[in-house]
């Protein structure tokens, strides 16, 4: 797929002038021309385009940032993690669960930080985090009290995820996160995001109730390799424009959260079954 001057400008968020300038100075022009002489450029060149975008921002001199911008990154080498057992991941279920009855939220966050940094988010995601608050939910739902308690679980692992390390520098965006409309859960994709970061990949997360428009202009924007849209009801996961978003990017797309179990895809749009295999939906991709 090919794009005009104008085209990658907008996507970058910069003036076609300062492409032509890029293209005479630091020879970072288009790959193909048109046989009337009009300049297109290809996906490798709109990420090298991008990288400069990144380099320049980030207050990199343009001569310097140039000859980085050529420069395939290198992903950082991601973290291994010990495995967690059954019975390691039931123990710290019941502590954190505990410390969130208490409401004791320095502990955990004490108790989050070790996880993940022990085991990582996937495992600590689907054995503790994600089966403590479906505990949690399913004691207000008997009860009828205790959202003070599931209110302050969830911020504790909010506030973990976003402590894992951002990749940084210059690369491809692997990924771009939202909530479908009117969605406001966020904790899922918070985590995906975070897993990704221990995997060395960059990622956007527009959050919650992202309007379809939004969606699209972010897209057509950012162009991200994988596209994911978080959805918990299948009337929310309705409104996600994806016949749109399949006619205005090549990227990968995926839906995910229990929203859309029986609602009808497109072929080309993935579904992930669990946190791991989102994460491996967009390393595959990258």
């Keep these: 797929m090919s794009y005009t001057p104008r085209a990658v400008a907008g996507m970058l968020g910069i003036a076609p002038t300062t492409l032509r300038t890029w293209d005479q100075r630091y020879g970072l022009g288009p790959s193909t021309r048109t046989e009337g002489g009009h300049r297109r450029y290809d996906e490798a060149d709109v990420a090298v385009l991008r990288r400069m975008v ?3 921002g980030q207050g990199t001199a ?3 940032a140039a000859v980085l911008a050529r420069q395939e990154p290198s992903a950082r080498p991601a973290r291994r993690h010990a495995p967690m057992g059954v019975d390691e991941a039931a123990k710290a279920q019941r502590g954190f669960l505990a410390a969130a009855k208490r ?3 320095e502990l955990m966050l004490d108790l989050a930080a070790k996880l993940l940094t022990d085991h990582g988010v996937v495992s600590v995601w689907e054995s503790v985090f994600m089966p403590s608050m479906v505990e949690l939910g399913d004691i207000i739902a008997e009860r009828g009290q205790g959202v003070e308690i599931e209110h302050m679980a969830s911020s504790s692992v909010l506030q973990a995820l976003r402590d894992v390390p951002r990749a940084t520098g ?3 965006l692997a990924a771009l996160l939202a909530c479908a409309p ?3 859960h966020v904790l899922a994709l918070e ?3 975070a ?11 527009l959050g919650a109730r992202v309007p379809p428009e939004a969606l699209c202009d972010a897209v057509a924007r950012l162009r991200p390799s994988v596209v994911l849209v978080w959805a918990h009801r299948a009337d929310l996961a309705e409104l996600v424009p994806l016949a749109e978003l399949a006619t205005r990017t090549t990227a990968l797309l995926a839906v995910a959260g229990p929203g859309w179990a029986g609602v009808a895809l ?3 749009v993935h579904r992930p079954g669990s946190l791991g295999d989102a994460v491996g939906l967009v390393l595959g991709r990258v």
Excluded at 196 to 203: P, Y
Aim: a negative charge; proline letters at 12%; charged letters at 20%.
């Design 54 to 56: 990144v380099l320049i």
């Design 62 to 64: 343009p001569a310097s």
């Design 103 to 105: 409401l004791d939220e």
């Design 170 to 172: 210059p690369g491809v």
């Design 182 to 184: 009117e969605e406001q």
């Design 191 to 193: 985590a995906l995001g």
């Design 195 to 205: 897993a990704l970061s221990e995997e060395g990949c960059q990622w956007r997360n």
């Design 266 to 268: 497109p072929p080309s």
